[in-house]
């Protein structure tokens, strides 16, 4: 594996993602820049300059026409991946925690922060694909969180359910057309946040990740937990690889939070468990700070990660990460 | 005789894992026809990457 190190953010990375090509990586910090970046190489593409706060979030819609940010200026803002110009800012009376486009890219849904007077609310505008179009201000839906504030959401397949991660440790589950509340699971310890939740390919089943030190798998339909992963660090990623059936964790304490002397500081390694049998296959070593996203190439060729120092790490993965196999892998494969 | 202990653990180790991989693989299966049959257009990565879960 040969890293890649992205340097030309100032201060820590909060969200890094793959277009659907993998051919480019957006990445988000809280120096307020947008930056893309050939994913292949690490050279930087161009930035997105107008936030004026941290930046919490990042994503791009499937075709990669349209970019949309959101942070602590309390904006959700839209770009033309293509030209960095900005289309649309939305404003709210908070920061925006998460950012994600629907599968097809016609719908963006975001989370705004709980302060003194306003609730956390999952909400969603329609989106019109073509960058020269007028975008709504009209949101066409509105979920208040008024239980446990909400950290993370995203689409299912289909955009039939919006799911939610939440700060109490629950996992639910909404009608993505009406709003309506579904389902409800207590998927990690309580009051333990949950800091990520990311798709399977296919969206009928997603991982959370937790500051109680654990990833979980768990399926779209029923929020059944299917795999649970357990690591000796708070976590606040975690991601799904395609073609390897492997999961990617990461997170790490801060320095200004180990309280024990004779912890091993740190231990800022991006784990690698595998997601059937849930153990872990190995780490990855560089970053000097918690990390804090991990995201996977969309071909499964590779993964980076944004750390608290201020870097994004890129890698590809060598031949014998693909020829790893458990053995009853292999007899698996054979019996096909 | 520690040997045949150690072959023992090694045994249930694999049939463990064994399990769990065919659980994995009847789940999927299961949730691919679910998701079939509730007629979704999925949104997934394109067909032509191979190897992984993609729902045809």
């Known amino acids: 594996m040969r890293p890649i190190l992205l340097s030309g953010h100032e201060r820590a990375l909060t969200q890094?993602?793959?277009?659907?090509?993998?051919?480019?990586?957006?990445?988000?910090?809280?120096?307020?820049?947008?930056?893309?970046?050939?994913?292949?190489?690490?050279?930087?593409?161009?930035?997105?300059?107008g936030h004026v706060g941290a930046l919490w979030t990042v994503d791009v819609d499937p075709t990669s026409t349209l970019l949309a940010t959101g942070g602590a200026d309390n904006t959700i803002r839209l770009w033309e991946v293509r030209t960095g110009k900005q289309l649309k800012s939305w404003e709210?009376?908070?920061?925006?925690?998460?950012?994600?486009?629907?599968?097809?890219?016609?719908?963006?849904?975001?989370?705004?922060?709980?302060?003194?007077?306003?609730?956390?609310?999952?909400?969603?505008?329609?989106?019109?694909?073509?960058?020269?179009?007028?975008?709504?201000?009209?949101?066409?839906?509105?979920?208040v969180c008024d239980e446990a504030k909400a950290?993370?959401?995203?689409?299912?397949?289909?955009?039939?359910?919006?799911?939610?991660?939440?700060?109490?440790?629950?996992?639910?589950?909404?009608d993505a057309k009406s709003g309506e509340f579904l389902d409800s699971v207590q998927a990690h310890e309580a009051d333990m946040q949950v800091t990520d939740l990311q798709w399977a390919p296919?969206?009928?089943?997603?991982?959370?990740?937790?500051?109680?030190?654990?990833?979980?798998?768990?399926?779209?339909?029923?929020?059944?937990?299917?795999?649970?992963y357990t690591t000796d660090t708070p976590l606040n990623s975690a991601a799904i690889t395609p073609v390897k059936d492997f999961v990617?964790?990461?997170?790490?304490?801060?320095?200004?939070?180990?309280?024990?002397?004779s912890a091993r500081q740190g231990k800022f390694e991006a784990r690698f468990y595998h997601?059937?049998?849930?153990?872990?296959?190995?780490?990855?070593?560089?970053?000097?700070?918690?990390?804090?996203y991990v995201a996977v190439h969309p071909k499964g060729t590779g993964y980076c990660s944004g750390g608290e120092d201020g870097y994004v790490r890129v890698h590809h993965f060598d031949k014998p990460y693909f020829d790893f196999m458990y053995e009853v892998e292999r007899e698996q494969q054979a019996n096909l | 005789q520690d040997l045949a202990k150690k072959?023992?653990?090694?045994?249930?180790?694999?049939?463990?894992?064994?399990?769990?991989?065919?659980?994995?693989?009847?789940?999927?299966?299961?949730?691919?026809?679910?998701?079939?049959?509730?007629?979704?257009?999925?949104?997934?990565?394109?067909?032509?990457?191979?190897?992984?879960?993609?729902?045809e």
């Open chain 1, 16 to 49: 890094v993602k793959y277009n659907a090509d993998g051919d480019i990586i957006f990445s988000v910090s809280k120096d307020h820049v947008v930056c893309a970046w050939f994913s292949h190489n690490g050279e930087r593409l161009g930035t997105y300059h």
């Open chain 1, 92 to 143: 709210f009376g908070t920061a925006i925690k998460r950012v994600e486009f629907s599968p097809d890219g016609r719908q963006l849904l975001g989370i705004t922060e709980k302060r003194q007077g306003h609730l956390s609310t999952i909400f969603v505008y329609e989106i019109n694909p073509d960058p020269s179009a007028e975008q709504t201000d009209e949101q066409s839906l509105r979920i």
């Open chain 1, 151 to 174: 950290t993370v959401a995203g689409f299912s397949y289909g955009a039939k359910y919006i799911i939610s991660g939440h700060e109490d440790g629950t996992v639910c589950q909404w």
């Open chain 1, 202 to 228: 296919d969206r009928t089943y997603f991982i959370t990740a937790s500051k109680d030190k654990t990833a979980k798998l768990m399926s779209t339909n029923d929020l059944e937990i299917l795999k649970t």
């Open chain 1, 248 to 261: 990617i964790l990461g997170g790490g304490q801060a320095a200004m939070d180990v309280t024990t002397t």
């Open chain 1, 275 to 292: 997601k059937i049998f849930m153990e872990e296959i190995g780490r990855v070593r560089g970053h000097f700070g918690p990390l804090n």
């Open chain 2, 7 to 55: 072959n023992t653990a090694n045994r249930q180790v694999v049939e463990h894992r064994r399990r769990l991989l065919q659980e994995w693989l009847s789940w999927r299966e299961y949730i691919v026809q679910l998701v079939k049959s509730e007629g979704w257009d999925i949104e997934g990565r394109k067909e032509d990457v191979g190897g992984g879960e993609v729902i």
